[in-house]
């Protein structure tokens, strides 16, 4: 099992910057990627962005040149640079590691943190 703790959602102006972060624990060793998810009120959970561990990186069209993932392997954290910030970014946004052994793949979430961009 692997625990994942967010934290950095807050109220920010638009044209504001948020750090969310998420520190993993519990059996990391197999962890092969993680990032950040989002849902908004009536909507679908959608990826935001995500990183391997080996650096690669993913981000959703609505994010890229706004948003930075970033990850510490020896920390077992990712976080989440958003600049630019618009209210449509305004959602929950959930952390989440994969995991894989073998052939099986194990999704892990956060409890979540709320993200509101509102003047």
């Known amino acids: 099992q692997v625990q994942l703790v967010e934290s950095g959602g807050d109220l920010v102006q638009p044209g504001g910057s948020l750090r969310l972060s998420c520190a993993a624990s519990g059996s990391v060793f197999d962890i092969i990627a993680m990032g950040w998810y989002r849902q908004a009120p009536g909507k679908e959970r959608e990826l935001v962005a995500a990183i391997t561990i080996g650096g690669a990186t993913n981000y959703a069209d609505s994010v890229k040149g706004r948003f930075a993932i970033s990850r510490d392997n020896t920390k077992n954290t990712v976080s989440l640079q958003m600049n630019s910030l618009k209210p449509e970014d305004t959602a929950v946004y959930y952390c989440?590691?994969?995991?894989?052994?073998?052939?099986?793949?194990?999704?892990?979430w956060g409890q979540g943190t709320q993200v509101t961009v509102s003047s």
């Open positions: 989440n590691a994969r995991k894989q052994y073998g052939l099986t793949l194990s999704n892990y």
